[in-house]
């Protein structure tokens, strides 16, 4: 099934909106909640779940190298490490951990700007990195 954008806008911000809604809870009553999402802090991990996806669709042009071995860093930004993509672009940050709509890192894959050239990210894949954010994006 294609989804338009505001559907998939409409699915991510609902669990963030009831995250922000009732911060007087703790995380994981909001989670019994909310069955759809039911994340529990930290339920994201970025060796499991975040590096796989820039793994496959973005560290070609953003830290990896290509099959000659040449790498690659457009505007320096390379997203091979936790580290590396902590450190952020030739602009600086571009994670503003627990806030994805501040995050360049979210804005430039949320309408597919990035992977440039290539398939949008799904929205499973989406949804992990914007719920990685909203988690503090950890190194875990
Ligand atoms: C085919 C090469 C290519 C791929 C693949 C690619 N990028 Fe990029 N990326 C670029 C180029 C070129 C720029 C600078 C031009 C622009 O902003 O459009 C850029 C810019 C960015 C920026 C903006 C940095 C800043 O500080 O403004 C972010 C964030 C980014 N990419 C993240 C990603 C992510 C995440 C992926 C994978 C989902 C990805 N890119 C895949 C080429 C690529």
Redesign the pocket.
């Known amino acids: 099934m294609i989804w338009t954008r505001f559907e998939v806008m409409g699915v991510l911000a609902v669990p963030l909106g009831l995250m922000l809604a009732r911060t007087d809870l703790p995380l994981t009553l909001v989670a019994q909640g909310e069955t759809q999402f039911s994340y529990t802090e930290a339920e994201i991990s970025f060796s499991e779940d975040v590096a796989p996806?820039?793994e496959e669709?973005?560290v070609?042009?953003?830290g990896g190298a290509d099959e000659n071995g040449a790498i690659?860093k457009?505007?320096e930004?390379d997203?091979t490490s936790y580290d590396a993509l902590m450190v952020?672009?030739?602009?600086?940050s571009?994670v503003e951990p627990g806030n994805a709509e501040d995050s360049?890192?979210w804005?430039?894959?949320e309408f597919g700007?990035?992977?440039?050239?290539?398939e949008p990210?799904t929205t499973e894949e989406l949804e992990v990195?914007k719920t990685w954010i909203a988690e503090g994006a950890q190194n875990n």
């Open positions: 996806i820039l669709n973005c070609i042009c953003h690659k457009e505007m930004l997203l952020g672009s030739e602009f600086g571009i360049i890192l804005t430039m894959i700007d990035m992977p440039q050239d290539g990210l990195i």
